[in-house]
Each structure stands twice: as structure tokens, then as C-alpha cells.
């Protein structure tokens, strides 16, 4: 059986309990052994970390030490995924640089704040992840973010939709899911998620389920690629999302 660990708290704005619920659920569904802790020290036990299958952080505005981030870190190198969404994920942790290098990106504005009607646009690649998802509106905050240029991008929104010291600028198109490697763990994240009633849209939730799973399958492929190479077989790559 598969187990994940997901840590939540953090600003309650956010709902991190109801969310971690909500990811409780799917990851139960697949058959997944899923814990849910309220505490930071939930990352202090490297060895259990590395055992895991799943991390799933839900903490917003938090301060973290160096030594439960390099914990995180080193479990993710070695195979663990790691998937959130919204500011429990890319939100989490302002003061931790190497949090930020691990997950992709970093929450920098909300223009207009909560309640911005705004478009997710699909972007169609070889992913498997947003398989036949069209786009789809969503009233929610509309996160601008600094994106790690390494990521893979599998939607995105339209930035400006309301005014602000940004809307002089071209248009920009920010990711808003994404896909990256750390180490040869899996990195999932989807900035949609404010609350738990965005997470329960029909596209958000199926998103979520998919990145969750997908984030789940690191350890395992990377099993089978070190088998390929000690084999002599093809390499099947670890730059897809598959």
C-alpha cells in the first residue's frame, strides 16, 4: 500500500483542514495509506519521509527550520513526490529559499484579491495530467507568481484581468499548473485552491487527483529507470510526465 503524508496548518484563510480532507479522500480512494498531521515536526523523521510514497504540504505563511526543509528535500531527491496546490504549497514557507528552488515557484501577488473572475487555458502537451480538460472559468484569487523556468507548464491564465502597477506591461501568461523534477522525485503543484469550495470544482479536484497520483509514481519510476540502465534496456526518460 502506498502512503502519503500530508501536513497541514498554517493561516486558516486558507482552510487547510477542509483541503487536506479533501486530498485525504482521493488519496484514500486509490488505495493510498494517507496521515494527516497539524505540526511542522511531522518532517523530522527523515527515515520515515524517505519511506514515504506522497508528500502533500497545506501550510501557508509559515516559518520552517533549515534542517525539516533539507529533510523534505532529500526525500523528494530520492524518489518521493510532491504535490499541493495554491499558498499550502508555493505560499508556505516566504523566509525559505530552498523550499521555493524544491516546489517550482513562489506566491509574490493577488491582483484584485479573491473573487477575480479569470480563465484557466489548458496547455496541451504530452501530459497526461490535463487529458481531456478544456479550459474553464474560475472566480477565485488569480495567483501571480515567480516560476521556476525549469518547470513544465500545463495551464496558465491571462495576466492583467483587473488594474494595477502591473497592467502597463505586455500581457502575461502565468502558470498556474505545473509539473518539475527534484532529484529524481516528481513535483506536482496547482495554484488554484484559495479554499476548499475552489478544490471541490469538478476540473480542480480531477486535476488534483491526477497531480496527487502522478506525484506518487517517482519513487517507482525511478526503480524502473535505474533497472533500465542496469539492464542495458532504453531509457524511458525522466523529462515526461507520464
Same mark, same amino acid.
Given at each position: ?26 488519496? @484514500? ?19 520515515? !519521509? ?100 525549469? /518547470?513544465? /507548464? !500545463? ?5 492583467? /484581468? ?36 475552489? /478544490? @471541490?470544482?469538478?476540473?480542480?479536484? @480531477?486535476?488534483?487527483?491526477?497531480? !496527487? !497520483?502522478?506525484?506518487? @509514481? ?25
Amino acid at each position: 500500500m502506498k502512503k502519503a503524508l500530508i501536513v497541514q496548518g498554517g493561516w486558516q484563510g486558507h482552510q487547510p483542514k477542509e483541503v487536506s480532507e479533501i486530498f485525504r479522500g482521493l488519496l @484514500e480512494e486509490a488505495g493510498f495509506e494517507a496521515e494527516v498531521s497539524d505540526t511542522l515536526e511531522a518532517f523530522a523523521d527523515a527515515g520515515k !519521509l524517505r519511506g514515504l510514497d506522497l508528500i502533500v504540504p497545506a501550510w501557508t505563511m509559515g516559518e520552517i527550520t533549515k534542517d525539516l526543509v533539507k529533510n523534505v528535500s532529500e526525500a523528494v531527491q530520492s524518489g518521493v513526490g510532491i504535490a499541493g496546490c495554491h499558498g499550502g504549497m508555493c505560499d508556505a514557507f516566504r523566509n525559505n529559499v530552498d523550499w521555493q528552488f524544491m516546489t517550482g515557484g513562489q506566491w509574490v501577488a493577488h491582483p484584485g484579491n479573491d473573487g477575480v473572475e479569470y480563465v484557466v487555458n489548458i496547455k496541451h502537451s504530452s501530459s497526461p495530467l490535463v487529458e481531456g480538460i478544456e479550459d474553464f472559468t474560475v472566480k477565485s484569487e488569480q495567483y501571480y507568481l515567480h516560476v521556476d523556468p525549469a /518547470v513544465e /507548464v !500545463l495551464a496558465t491564465t491571462r495576466f492583467p /484581468v483587473v488594474p494595477g502597477p502591473h497592467s502597463l506591461n505586455k500581457a502575461v501568461d502565468m502558470p498556474v499548473i505545473w509539473t518539475k523534477r527534484w532529484g529524481v522525485g516528481r513535483v506536482f503543484y496547482c495554484s488554484l485552491g484559495h479554499q476548499a469550495n475552489i /478544490v @471541490e470544482m469538478p476540473q480542480v479536484k @480531477e486535476i488534483m487527483r491526477r497531480g !496527487l !497520483l502522478w506525484a506518487a @509514481e517517482g519513487k517507482l519510476a525511478a526503480a524502473r529507470d535505474a533497472g533500465a540502465f542496469a539492464t542495458g534496456a532504453a531509457y524511458t526518460g525522466m523529462g515526461d510526465s507520464n
